[in-house]
């Protein structure tokens, strides 16, 4: 079949990485048991607990608008609130599915800049009411790398998880791109994970570069406690679970997430250096994780579709957001950036 280009629009649009694909081919073969009691899922699971050394527990589902709300709705009761970044994923892509299965819970906005949510403003918005007329902030929910592709440092989630934890909320950090904020931290895992604060982390499979599925690992064990059953009432309990899982263990097993993640890093980082020297277009945010954004005229947005590029139009009207994946190769970037030339020196 022919092949389409590769494309900026989103590290989803890339397929799926070797070693991803070599451990699918091999759980192909032969009967399981069904619904995670096989092979395939208990050594993705334990392959999660060594490089987070640590003994989380660990559930997978199909897509991370499940991991997310569900992980949030094992966090707190329908009285309470979700404080998160007003770009937040939780908050604009996810159709309200947080709120939904958590019958309710209201998520209530924070400032941000660059993506990120500053320490300081989790006290205000925690102490702003405390009558029984409002609903109780109780889950601080941290996107790494952010929505704005930029990355969260050690010192930054220890000071927000510290503030939180200190006015008794729970933390949860949606990492649809964990492995590119790994991959940018160049630390142990467990610094800035449950070492960091985190009570539970969805840790993005798809956007790295398996088929599908992503994995909400609890750090605090007794959180964990019957979210079994969400997932299945939810309808995330794959019944041929070993399909979602054996992926993990080819990503895993040898660095290969943390490869493929610094090559799309890197990547983007060749965009980032290119766009810098062109005059026509404003560079909006330092390059940390695998994404670039760029304020784009409307006229040379449209340039760049009509030469073929997808890519999303993600802050207000101009703000454009060009991603890399694991298999995006330097000579589309080469590409993409030529073709800037071209369009930005009519
Ligand atoms: C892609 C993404 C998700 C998960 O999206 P699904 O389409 O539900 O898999 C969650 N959070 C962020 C920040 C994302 O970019």
Known sequence: MHQPPQQFASDNYAGICPEA??????????????YGEDVWTSRASDLL???????????????????????LASLCHSYHSILCSQV?????????????FSNGTKILLL????????????????LRRSDIHFPKPRV????????????YTVDELRGLTERAHRF????????????????????????????????????????????????VVFFRKSLAEEF????????????????????????????????HAAHANAMADRLYQGLRDLAAVQVLYPREANSVFVDLPPAIASALRARG???????????????????????TVDRLLADFHSVTSG
Request: proline letters at 4%.
């Open 21 to 34: 694909w070599a451990s699918l081919e091999a759980a192909r073969h032969g009967h399981a048991q069904a």
């Open 49 to 71: 607990r060594e490089i987070f050394e640590t003994d989380c527990e660990v559930f997978f589902t199909f897509n991370g608008t499940a991991a997310n709300s569900l992980a």
């Open 88 to 100: 937040a994923h939780v908050e604009t892509d996810e159709c309200g599915a947080p709120e939904f």
């Open 111 to 126: 400032p941000t800049a660059a993506g990120k949510i500053h320490r300081e403003s989790i006290q205000p918005a925690v």
């Open 140 to 151: 601080l929910s941290l996107t790494q790398a952010t929505e704005t592709g930029t990355v």
């Open 168 to 215: 008794g909320l729970n933390v949860h950090m949606d990492g649809a791109r964990f492995a590119n904020a790994a991959a940018t931290l160049g630390r142990p895992p467990r610094e800035f994970t449950w070492e960091a604060g985190v009570d539970v982390l969805c840790f993005g499979g798809t956007k790295m570069g398996l088929p599908v599925g992503e994995a």
């Open 228 to 259: 079994a059953y969400r997932c299945k009432q939810a309808g995330q309990l794959a019944s041929k679970m070993r399909f979602l899982a054996a992926p993990w263990v080819g990503m895993l097993e040898n660095g290969a997430w943390l490869r």
């Open 309 to 331: 590029w997808r890519f999303y139009n993600f802050i207000g009207d101009s703000g454009c957001r060009f991603m890399c994946a694991w298999d995006t190769e330097p000579a």
